[in-house]
């Protein structure tokens, strides 16, 4: 073997190990109320460090708190440095860390919150977890425990009160397993695959208050009711139970959670001695009929009965009963014997099942505030059905088959909102809310409605929201809005109204009014002239070409939308009395001129649309008084524009896409000096210069995509260096001279794809240090200088698919970046592609290297072996200055600081090719490169043979 070969591969064992046993950071920041928060990721373990500096600070910390995050096969923290710290530790939070099993390591007498998360444990054995003596909450959820092992019996107080093993794969509870934690208040076991819970399962645990047992394998809970007297919540939803028994047995239940099992029957006497119960679920089960089961539950105020296969209801079934909800809703079969008197209830919900009809005595003798009867097949309701209702407010019958309102009988004064959208209701006449006066929310919106007599809406003073969208008036001189004083929303969009006059809508007061969609031609000039407080005004979606309004009463309108009409200019007078105007649309029109002093009365316009006007012309000073205007969207207009007299506005959003600009000078757009995002894309610009963006230096964000650019000159953003996104997608660049980035030292995002770049020197980005993304994606590219992209060190996000990269070269640095611990990978935008030559989805050029004799990779594995065990007793004599933190530190930096300029120089004269760090496999259609440093073992494929290195 060469002498060179051999430093080569000692420098390879140096990496690994290092990688292997790195000595880290963590990250720490005062949290008030003297607290410290210490974050450690990635394979940081300068835990330890971090908890000795401690020790040292000028103030008394209350608590610590620490989460640990992907970290692999470390000694997290020694119980000495926890002795010295003399400080209680909170939360300790482990997530994505490979932890088999809890030992000595995780012992920690302080810590008051302990949380294993995602971390591969497989068996918990409760003799270590006795151990933690402070410790009141235990979560080991989320991992891949299947066997729990009882602990053995402990004399001393064991204050644990919590315990999470959810989303494991237990399936057994062995006898006993809790005994010693008679503290305990919270135990949680769903989602696992406990099928059988023997009665002495839950031994011990008389202070337990909450067991969630939802998702798992059971049939039945006879076993443990007798154990668990104090429990006062009962979660034991989707398993298999068939049968309700020995609840009875917890006298202190107030939660109970049985839904989505296979109950059909339940027993007279299930609940009786229950008096606490407040919340009972059996939603999704099969229970067929529903009879007094309930009545010794005098406390009980939810009962959910969704989706069962309920038959009928016995009469009385709920008397006496004070629900605050009661859901009877899916059952398909449901015939309702009179089940509801001496029924209180805030809410009851009968929607989604199949009832055709509801007699005169069905709600008879009940207290109901609120009633679902929606999304059913009824087509008729008994005269007086709702009369005797008490204290009803709300009533929701949408989406029946309803034609008429007589049902609105005397005796339903109360009703504030009434829901009968989606019926067939033809007609409203002048009787028919006479006995609804006091409603508030009136929903009429998808009927069949063409007549409204005069007087239907005269007695609903109290009238808020009235909505008559989707029906087939023609007129709105046939509804009176006179006497609606109250109104805050009046919806009338998707009729055929045509036109309205002044007369029609004088005296209305609301503040929303949609006539969107209702083919109007003409508004004539006082309309608008008696409405009062209109704030959002939305005439859209209609045939308009013409809109000048009488100024009185519009000063109170802050949006209006005149969006998809066929106006074709825009007077001085059209807004001359919209002062508080803050949005306007005016997009897809016909307009091809605005009067120069069209906008001056608006000076609180915030947001301004007037894209896909395709003629518009705008010229003269037209946007000089918009000081407040914040967005200006002009999108897909093909004339020109004048921009040479806003350097007063403030305009911080401006998109002109598909408008057909070839010269950026020509817009005069440099005046708009206080551009934050600006979108010109779609357009037909071909070059950038320095002029383009000269006078911007506020500019975030800038789309350019979509266009002709061939040349980007040297300084063209000089001026703009607060650009965070950089959007260059589908245009023509081939190549950059220096300079062009120069400037942009807020860069964040590139988008450089779909061009026709052939080469990229990552030397043009040394200016962008804050560089997290960049696209190379679908250009012409055949190779790269990869790991020159390091020196980017904020980079995140690195998209190269769809060039003419060598798959084996993308594949290299993916794994070196993986070796490497880097914090950004080659990515791809679109789908990952696995049909064609790919790295993880990321396309490339397939090539069939089978091996370079230059890079033999058969070394002394016996000398290596050697070398690693001299690394090995080297990490055992640094772990010895345990006593010493500052000298540890000390020396694990100047080791760091040693193997490092070993490393740079022989980097820096050796072809980094020869180190052996990526196998080289003959391309078959996949692409497979397996390395682990976590078990310092590999695979090397050179000159046909598989040698293994360590």
């Known amino acids: 073997m060469?002498?060179?070969?051999?430093?080569?591969?000692?420098?390879?064992?140096?990496?690994?190990?290092?990688?292997?046993?790195?000595?880290?950071?963590?990250?720490?920041?005062?949290?008030?109320?003297?607290?410290?928060?210490?974050?450690?990721?990635?394979?940081?373990?300068?835990?330890?460090?971090?908890l000795s500096f401690l020790q040292y600070r000028s103030y008394t910390l209350n608590r610590v708190n620490i989460l640990l995050n992907g970290i692999y096969n470390h000694p997290i923290i020694t119980e000495g440095v926890l002795k010295e710290l003399f400080t209680p530790i909170v939360t300790l939070t482990v997530t994505n860390t490979r932890i088999l099993?809890?030992?000595?390591?995780?012992?920690?007498?302080?810590?008051?919150?302990?949380?294993?998360?995602?971390?591969?444990?497989?068996?918990?054995?409760?003799?270590?977890?006795?151990?933690?003596?402070q410790t009141k909450k235990f979560n080991v959820s989320q991992n891949s425990i299947s066997v729990l092992k009882s602990a053995k019996p402990d004399k001393d107080q064991q204050l644990m009160e919590t315990v999470d093993l959810s989303y494991n794969l237990?399936?057994?509870?062995?006898?006993?397993?809790?005994?010693?934690?008679?503290?305990l208040k919270h135990l949680n076991l769903s989602h696992n695959s406990i099928s059988h819970l023997s009665a002495a399962a839950f031994v011990g645990l008389s202070q337990l208050e909450s067991l969630y047992l939802s998702y798992n394998k059971l049939s039945s809970i006879a076993n443990i009711a007798t154990k668990l007297r104090n429990l006062k919540i009962l979660h034991v939803d989707y398993n298999y139970i068939s049968k309700i028994d020995d609840l009875n047995w917890m006298i202190n239940l107030e939660d109970v959670r049985l839904g989505h099992n296979e109950i059909k029957t339940i027993d007279n006497d299930a609940f009786q001695t229950l008096s606490k119960l407040i919340i009972l679920d059996l939603t999704g089960n099969k229970i067929e009929w529903v009879r007094s089961h309930f009545v010794y539950n005098n406390n009980l105020r939810e009962l959910r009965l969704t989706n069962n296969d309920l038959v009928g209801i016995y009469r009385n079934a709920f008397d006496g009963k004070r629900f605050a909800n009661l859901f009877l809703n899916g059952n398909k079969y449901l015939?309702?014997?009179?089940?509801?008197?001496?029924?209180?209830?805030?809410?009851?919900?009968?929607?989604?099942?199949?009832?055709?009809?509801?007699?005169?005595?069905?709600?008879?003798?009940?207290?109901?505030?609120?009633?679902?009867?929606?999304?059913?097949?009824?087509?008729?309701?008994?005269?007086?059905?709702?009369?005797?209702?008490?204290?009803?407010?709300?009533?929701?019958?949408?989406?029946?088959?309803?034609?008429?309102?007589a049902f609105l009988m005397p005796g339903v004064t109360n009703l504030k909102k009434f829901y009968?959208?989606?019926?067939?209701?033809?007609?409203?006449?002048?009787?028919?809310?006479?006995?609804?006066?006091?409603?508030?929310?009136?929903?009429?919106?998808?009927?069949?409605?063409?007549?409204?007599?005069?007087?239907?809406?005269?007695?609903?003073?109290?009238?808020?929201?009235?909505?008559?969208?989707?029906?087939?008036?023609?007129?709105?001189?046939?509804?009176?809005?006179?006497?609606?004083?109250?109104?805050?929303?009046?919806?009338?969009?998707?009729?055929?109204?045509?036109?309205?006059?002044?007369?029609?809508?004088?005296?209305?007061?609301?503040?929303?009014?949609?006539?969107?969609?209702?083919?109007?031609?003409?508004?004539?000039?006082?309309?608008?002239?008696?409405?009062?407080?209109?704030?959002?005004?939305?005439?859209?979606?209609?045939?308009?070409?013409?809109?000048?309004?009488?100024?009185?009463?519009?000063?109170?309108?802050?949006?209006l939308f005149l969006n998809n009409n066929k106006i074709t200019s825009i007077s001085n007078i059209s807004f001359a009395g919209f002062t508080e105007l803050q949005t306007l649309h005016l997009e897809f029109n016909n307009i091809l001129n605005v009067h120069p002093k069209a906008f001056h009365a608006l000076k609180s316009l915030k947001i301004m649309n007037l894209s896909d006007n395709r003629d518009l012309q705008v010229t003269g000073d037209v946007f000089s008084n918009l000081r407040g205007l914040a967005s200006?969207?002009?999108?897909?207009?093909?004339?020109s524009f004048d921009f040479q007299h806003t350097e007063n506005a403030s305009i911080e959003e401006v998109d002109l896409s598909s408008c057909d600009i070839a010269d950026l000078g020509s817009l005069y757009i440099f005046n708009i000096n206080g551009v934050v995002s600006l979108n010109l894309s779609k357009n037909l610009i071909s070059f950038i210069d320095t002029k383009s963006f000269k006078t911007m230096p506020k500019l975030v964000m800038l789309d350019i995509s979509f266009n002709l650019i061939k040349t980007i000159e040297p300084g063209s953003f000089i001026n703009t260096k607060n650009i965070v996104v950089l959007n260059v997608h589908k245009n023509q660049l081939t190549d950059f001279q220096h300079g062009v980035f120069q400037g942009l030292t807020n860069l964040q995002t590139l988008n450089l794809s779909n061009n026709l770049i052939h080469d990229f020197n990552v030397n043009l980005l040394h200016s962008c240090t804050l560089l997290k993304e960049i696209s190379f994606e679908n250009n012409l590219i055949t190779n790269l200088e990869f790991k020159k992209f390091i020196s980017l060190t904020n980079m995140k996000k690195f998209y190269i698919g769809g060039n003419n990269i060598s798959c084996h070269d993308i594949a290299s640095f993916k794994?070196?970046?993986?070796?490497?611990?880097?914090?950004?990978?080659?990515?791809?935008?679109?789908?990952p592609n696995y049909y064609t030559a790919n790295v993880d989805g990321v396309t490339c050029r397939p090539d069939n290297y089978t091996g370079n004799n230059e890079t033999n990779c058969t070394m002394n594995i016996t000398y290596m072996s050697k070398f690693t065990d001299t690394l090995e007793e080297i990490r055992k004599s640094i772990n010895n200055f345990n006593e010493d933190y500052y000298v540890k530190g000390i020396f694990n930096i100047l080791i760091v600081i040693l193997v490092a300029s070993i490393i740079v120089l022989v980097v820096k004269y050796v072809p980094i090719q020869r180190f052996c760090l990526i196998a080289r496999t003959p391309f078959n259609g996949t692409l497979s490169h397996n390395f682990s440093y976590n078990n310092m073992t590999q695979s090397i494929s050179a000159d046909n043979e598989e040698v293994p290195i360590i």
């Open 815 to 831: 794994k070196y970046l993986q070796d490497m611990y880097y914090s950004f990978n080659l990515v791809t935008s679109e789908a």
């Open 632 to 639: 200006l969207t002009i999108i897909n207009n093909k004339k």
């Open 170 to 183: 237990i399936t057994s509870v062995p006898d006993n397993c809790f005994a010693s934690f008679s503290h």
């Open 420 to 559: 009968f959208q989606i019926n067939m209701l033809e007609k409203i006449s002048n009787n028919t809310f006479a006995n609804v006066s006091s409603l508030e929310l009136l929903d009429l919106s998808y009927n069949l409605i063409q007549s409204i007599e005069s007087g239907a809406f005269m007695q609903l003073k109290k009238m808020e929201i009235l909505l008559l969208h989707n029906n087939r008036l023609f007129s709105i001189q046939i509804i009176n809005l006179q006497g609606l004083s109250a109104l805050l929303k009046f919806d009338i969009s998707y009729t055929e109204i045509g036109n309205f006059t002044k007369a029609a809508i004088s005296g209305l007061k609301t503040t929303t009014f949609n006539c969107s969609h209702a083919e109007l031609s003409h508004i004539h000039f006082d309309t608008f002239a008696e409405v009062e407080h209109i704030e959002i005004l939305d005439l859209s979606y209609n045939s308009l070409v013409t809109f000048e309004i009488n100024p009185k009463g519009m000063s109170s309108v802050e949006s």
């Open 335 to 405: 015939l309702l014997l009179e089940p509801f008197g001496g029924l209180v209830c805030d809410y009851l919900d009968l929607s989604n099942s199949d009832l055709k009809d509801i007699d005169n005595n069905t709600f008879s003798g009940a207290t109901l505030r609120s009633i679902n009867v929606s999304t059913n097949a009824l087509s008729e309701i008994g005269m007086s059905t709702f009369s005797f209702v008490k204290d009803l407010q709300e009533l929701d019958l949408s989406n029946n088959e309803l034609g008429t309102l």
């Open 101 to 133: 099993d809890i030992d000595e390591a995780l012992v920690l007498v302080n810590v008051t919150e302990l949380s294993i998360l995602d971390c591969s444990l497989t068996k918990i054995k409760f003799d270590d977890i006795l151990i933690l003596k």
């Open 2 to 50: 060469r002498a060179m070969d051999k430093i080569k591969l000692v420098l390879l064992v140096i990496v690994a190990y290092l990688h292997q046993h790195t000595w880290g950071k963590c990250t720490s920041e005062d949290d008030g109320d003297n607290a410290v928060n210490i974050v450690c990721s990635s394979n940081d373990i300068g835990l330890e460090t971090e």
